[in-house]
């Protein structure tokens, strides 16, 4: 297993990071709020997790090490695979998500694209006693002030894309939400976690 990755970062999606290792760039896919983290040409360190399947091998980043542990813990409950369990990663940090299934919160849950009602059963049911309570972690990017306020922008909208949404339908969501991200700016932080959950609200409204 590739537990971490360390080295320059060389190319940026919206979905994914380019960190060269000793020569050889390694494409790590990361939620939006650890992508917002990372600059071209700069050193990187992140945890990681390998996916195996039969026909392929894919690299997850995380901000820390709590992140990469709830990714891992996520996908022991039924119907939640790796690409769900970066989605609801990216949605709510490690200590939402405790907090929202130790105390039932089906609401909180539903907020991630492919998660429905049973499905946030089934999560609470199998995960509330193996997440346990929230511990009080801060994962980088995703709290108030991490990453850049003039860029949470094109954050939320990489975000929605890599959620499944369209581009057209992100971009609305992102006007919708825009009079949120300059209350938080005038507050002294940007949080594209926030940013992001009220995005989603505004497209299930639609």
Same mark, same amino acid.
């Given at each position: 297993?590739? =537990?971490?990755? #360390?080295?320059?970062?060389?190319?940026?999606?919206?979905?994914?990071?380019?960190?060269?290792?000793?020569? &050889?760039?390694?494409? &790590?896919?990361?939620?939006?709020?650890?992508?917002?983290?990372?600059?071209?040409? =700069?050193?990187?360190?992140?945890?990681? %997790?390998? !996916? !195996?399947?039969?026909?392929?091998?894919?690299?997850?980043?995380? *901000?820390?090490?709590?992140?990469?542990?709830?990714?891992?813990?996520? /996908?022991?409950?039924?119907?939640? @695979?790796? +690409?769900? =369990? /970066?989605?609801?990663? =990216?949605?709510?940090?490690?200590?939402?998500?405790?907090? *929202?299934?130790?105390?039932?919160?089906? *609401?909180?849950?539903?907020? !991630?694209?492919?998660?429905?009602? +049973? @499905?946030?059963?089934?999560?609470?049911?199998?995960? +509330?006693? #193996?997440?346990?309570?929230?511990?009080?972690?801060?994962?980088?990017?995703?709290?108030? @002030?991490?990453?850049?306020?003039?860029?949470?922008?094109?954050? &939320?909208?990489?975000?929605?894309?890599?959620?499944?949404?369209?581009?057209?339908?992100?971009?609305?969501?992102?006007?919708?939400? %825009?009079?949120?991200?300059?209350?938080?700016?005038?507050?002294?932080?940007?949080?594209?976690?926030?940013?992001?959950?009220?995005?989603?609200?505004?497209?299930?409204?639609?």
């Amino acid at each position: 297993m590739i =537990a971490s990755v #360390r080295g320059r970062v060389v190319g940026l999606t919206p979905g994914t990071a380019v960190v060269e290792v000793g020569g &050889v760039g390694m494409e &790590v896919h990361c939620a939006p709020a650890t992508l917002a983290t990372l600059r071209i040409g =700069a050193e990187a360190s992140l945890p990681t %997790a390998l !996916v !195996v399947r039969e026909d392929s091998l894919t690299l997850f980043g995380f *901000a820390d090490d709590d992140q990469r542990y709830v990714f891992q813990l996520l /996908q022991t409950a039924s119907g939640v @695979g790796p +690409k769900l =369990a /970066q989605a609801m990663l =990216a949605v709510h940090p490690p200590d939402e998500l405790r907090r *929202a299934v130790s105390t039932d919160d089906l *609401a909180a849950l539903t907020q !991630v694209p492919g998660i429905g009602r +049973k @499905g946030a059963q089934r999560i609470v049911l199998e995960l +509330k006693e #193996r997440l346990g309570a929230p511990v009080g972690s801060t994962s980088a990017g995703a709290g108030h @002030g991490a990453p850049p306020s003039g860029s949470w922008r094109d954050q &939320v909208h990489s975000g929605l894309v890599g959620l499944g949404w369209s581009a057209r339908e992100a971009e609305g969501a992102v006007d919708a939400v %825009a009079a949120l991200a300059q209350e938080q700016h005038d507050a002294g932080g940007t949080d594209v976690h926030v940013l992001l959950r009220a995005a989603l609200r505004s497209l299930s409204r639609a």
